[in-house]
T-cell receptor, first 116, second 111 residues
Framework: GAVVSQHPSWVICKSGTSVKIECRSL??????MFWYRQFPKQSLMLMAT?????????EQGVEKDKFLINHASLTLSTLTVTSAHPEDSSFYIC????????????FGNGTRLTVT | LAKTTQPISMDSYEGQEVNITCSHN???????ITWYQQFPSQGPRFIIQ???TKVTNEVASLFIPADRKSSTLSLPRVSLSDTAVYYC????????????FGAGTRLTVKP
């Protein structure tokens, strides 16, 4: 089945630094990927839609200059949290859809970001 | 965009059948219904997807009435490892309307 790989699975960084999270579709090409953030005991919140070869579409309230998304190829999207602060500590998850008919979303295993 | 409503939480015991219902009153003609399972600190995992009537796979069944304004995920003979959060999403085939999550249902299976 379709697999989405996310890396790293966890990262600890100091306040003010930037962190990059990678999301890869391993056995299919994903023209669109989605990035989510999840706080403890809460649901997934869609942050942005990443489109291959074009700018990402951000949800209302998500700072595009803080959460930089690059989708340079059909199998890779990256999310960079710039100038991270403790309040950015969260669980970040990416997903993609195999372009096959009726295909559901496939999710990465998430990245636990802790900003100290 | 069809909004979904689910119970916040449910409790069950090992070996019982669990039914989780999701309401989606304004589902569109082209929308499919998809259920996901999420364990702590993991990404959601696809369980089952359907359009109408009944769908069954090796882990669950999905019941969808004729009006499609709700759906019920049925988990037969749950075990402790089925303790998780379950989300139903509604969106059109090949489209991207189903990527926004509702609150989900936290299922706790007790011994």
């Amino acid at each position: 089945g379709a697999v989405v790989s996310q890396h790293p699975s966890w990262v600890i960084c100091k306040s003010g630094t930037s962190v990059k999270i990678e999301c890869r579709s391993l056995d299919f090409q994903a023209t669109t990927m989605f990035w989510y953030r999840q706080f403890p005991k809460q649901s997934l919140m869609l942050m942005a839609t990443s489109n291959e070869g074009s700018k990402a579409t951000y949800e209302q309230g998500v700072e595009k200059d803080k959460f930089l998304i690059n989708h340079a190829s059909l199998t890779l999207s990256t999310l960079t949290v710039t100038s991270a602060h403790p309040e950015d500590s969260s669980f970040y998850i990416c997903s993609a859809r195999d372009p096959g008919q009726n295909s559901p979303l496939h999710f990465g295993n998430g990245t636990r970001l802790t900003v100290t | 965009l069809a909004k979904t409503t689910q119970p916040i939480s449910m409790d069950s015991y090992e070996g019982q059948e669990v039914n989780i219902t999701c309401s989606h009153n304004n589902i569109a003609t082209n929308d499919y219904i998809t259920w996901y399972q999420q364990f702590p600190s993991q990404g959601p995992r696809f369980i089952i997807q359907g359009y109408k009537t009944k769908v069954t796979n090796e882990v669950a069944s999905l019941f969808i009435p004729a009006d499609r304004k709700s759906s019920t995920l049925s988990l037969p003979r749950v075990s402790l490892s089925d303790t998780a959060v379950y989300y139903c999403l509604v969106g059109d085939e090949g489209g991207y309307n189903d990527m926004r999550f509702g609150a989900g249902t936290r299922l706790t299976v007790k011994p």
